[in-house]
C-alpha cells in the first residue's frame, strides 16, 4: 500500500475512499455484460427497501463520485479497499479481495493511458517482482466495437453447434466474452475468430499506436495480444493485463484496466474520457511469494522490555521507547523474571531492557544482548534510548 501510494503519488494522484456499498443501479451502468455486475455482485435489500450492493469493484463509486461533484479534471485519483464478488472461491481467487487502483477523468490524450500503465510497472519493479508481463490490446472505440462484435456474431452462429453450452449462452449476451472461453470446444473457434485489431477506426488505429510508441519510449515491455478482452464491459480502445508468470496460469492476472470514455456520460456527468486499472492486492502478495520477494521478517520487534518490579516501568518504558521510533514488547500478567525473559526469547527481539528493584531505585536500565553472547550492561535510564538505537544500528 505504502510503495503503490508513493509511486502514484509522484504522479500527482490524490486518494479518493469509495463506499463500500452503493445503490445497484450504480454498479448496472457498467453494462449488463460485465461479468461482476450479471452475476457476481452481493446484493441486499436495506431496511428502506432500497437494493444496495457490496461493491465488486470501485471504478463505478470513483465514476459516480466525478459526476456528482464535478471536480476539475484532469481528476487523478488512487484508491485502496477490499472488493466483493460472489465467485468460486480457490487458491487466488476469493469471495473478498483487496484492489488498489488509479482513475483519471478529463484526457483523451494515449499519454494519459501509457501513464498509467508505466505507474503500475513500476509499482511492480518497486516491490520487486521480476516475472510480469503486460498484455495491451485496443477494443476500438464504441462504432468500432459494434461492427467487430457483429463480425464475431456472424463468425460464431455460422458454428454455433461447434461451439460448448456456456459459451452459447455467452454468445447472446455478449460474443466477446466467448473470446475468452478456454473450453476445449471453443478453442478452434476462438483461434479462428476475427481480430479487433483488424477492425479498428483510423482513429482509434492512431491512439493505440500513440500508447505503445509511449510504452516503448520509457521502456516498458508489452506484448499486443489481439485477443485480450477483459470481463468489464464498459472499456473502450486501450485495455490491458498483467500476469505474473510465477503463479499457476488460470490465476495468473494479477491486475487490468484500460480506457472507459463512456462510462462518466452513463453516471449522468457530461461527456468526459477516462482511464484507469485495478491491480489484486492478494495476487499480488502470491506472486511475490512465489517469486521470494520478501524474505519472512526475522521478528516482529526489536526490544523486549522484562520489568520485574511491579509492572508499571513496562507501561511507561514501552511507550515511550515506541515514541522514540523502536520496536517494542512486553510480558503480561505479572510473570516471573524467569518467565518474562523466556517471552524475551521467544519474540526473537535483539536486545531485552530489564529492570528490577535495584535498577529503578538507581534510575538504571539492563539492557542484554538476546542474540550474541548474552553480554549486558547498566545504563542511565536517561540515555536508555540512543543506547538501544545505537546497539541496534
Ligand atoms: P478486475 O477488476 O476484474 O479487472 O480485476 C483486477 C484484478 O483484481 C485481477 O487481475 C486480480 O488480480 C484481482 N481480482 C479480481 N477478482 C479477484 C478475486 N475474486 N480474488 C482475488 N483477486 C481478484
Redesign the pocket.
Known sequence: MEVFAEVVGSAGYLEVVPPIFEHIEVFQRLGPAT??VRKEMYAFEDKGGRTIALR??QTASVVRGFAEHRPAVPYKTWYAGP?F?Y?R?QK????Q?D?VGVEVLGPYDPHLDAETITLAWRFYERLGLRRVTLLVNSLGSAEDRGRYVDALRVHFEENRDALSEESRATLAANPMRVLDSKREADIELVDAAPLMLDHLSDDSAEHFTAVTEALDAVGVPYTVNPRLV???DYYVRTTF??AADALDASQN?????GRYDGLAAEMGAPETPGVG????????LLACDAEGVFAAPASAVDVFVVDATDGTEAVVLTDRLRSAGLRVDRAWDGRSMKAQMRAADRSAAVLAVIIGEDERASGMATVRDLRGDGGQETVEIGQLTDILRARLR
Do not use: H, I, K, W
Not at 487466488?92 to 469471495?95: H, L, N, T, V
Not at 492476472?253 to 484496466?257: D, E, L, R, S, T
Open positions: 461479468d461482476v465488486p469493484e472488493n464478488r465467485e472461491a487466488g481467487r476469493f469471495r479481495f484492489q477483459r470481463g468489464l493485463e498483467f492476472a494479477v491486475g487490468g484496466g486499472f485495478a491491480l489484486g492486492v492478494d495476487r499480488t
